[in-house]
Structures are given as structure tokens and as C-alpha cells.
């Protein structure tokens, strides 16, 4: 069955870095456009980024922008999520998501257009 796994989490000091993994298994990876969302306490699961099956192209979230870098290795089955200049706002359960795409048009940037998710990596910013 298919199975997606985060890891990379931890606890880090604003302005920080980290570096998220979520490595997949049971489907063919290259086929799946990938998404990293986010939830935090009391809120609504939130779109971060997402790759396409190539991972030539990637789009984020403003709050994200130019701070996170998607990228993806389709030879190891693995999306990264490389998050730099941490704030404490970015605290939150992150979450590694699959959209099968037969073309690599479009942007999936809702929570209900992937097909598969994994388990999720807390991440905690301190000030």
C-alpha cells in the first residue's frame, strides 16, 4: 500500500533552519505531483508548497516564500522541504502529500486534490 513518511522535524530557535523528508513508497513516485501543507493548533490544515512530478517547478505560499525551498528526488522515491529563516509562526504539524497527474499542468493547492498523505513532523520555532 501506498505509504509517505516525514521525518526532519524538531524543536528550533527563530531563525533557524530545517530540513524536512518524506519518503514514499508503494505508488510510482514520478507520477505524483507532491504538496507540503501544515497545520498548527486550532487552525485549518494550510498549503505550504508543492513540486511538480519533475520538480523543474515548485510554488509556495506567501507566508513561505523565498524562506522554504521544495525539492524532490525521484530516483530515492523522497520530496524535501528545506526551511530556513524560521519564525515562530511557522510552528505547526507539517504534512508531505501525493496527487496522482497525468500532466504537469496544474497546481494542486487544496488539501482535498491529494490523493495520499502521510503522517505528519511536528516542527516547534522558539523565540
Known amino acids: 500500500q501506498v505509504q509517505l513518511v516525514e521525518s526532519g522535524g524538531g524543536l528550533v530557535q527563530a531563525g533557524g533552519s530545517l530540513r524536512l523528508s518524506c519518503a514514499a513508497s508503494g505508488l510510482t513516485f514520478s507520477s505524483y505531483a507532491m504538496g507540503w501543507f501544515r497545520q498548527a493548533p486550532g487552525k485549518e490544515r494550510e498549503f505550504v508548497a508543492a513540486i511538480r512530478r519533475s520538480g523543474g517547478s515548485t510554488y509556495y505560499a506567501d507566508s513561505v516564500k523565498g524562506r522554504f525551498t521544495a525539492s524532490r528526488d525521484n530516483a530515492k522515491n523522497t520530496v524535501y522541504l528545506q526551511m530556513n529563516s524560521l519564525k515562530p509562526d511557522d510552528t505547526a504539524v507539517y504534512y508531505c502529500?501525493?496527487?496522482?497527474?497525468?500532466?504537469?499542468?496544474?497546481?494542486?493547492?487544496?488539501?482535498?486534490?491529494?490523493?495520499?498523505w502521510g503522517q505528519g513532523t511536528q516542527v516547534t520555532v522558539v523565540s
Open positions: 502529500a501525493a496527487r496522482f497527474t497525468r500532466y504537469g499542468g496544474t497546481w494542486y493547492l487544496r488539501a482535498n486534490e491529494y490523493d495520499y
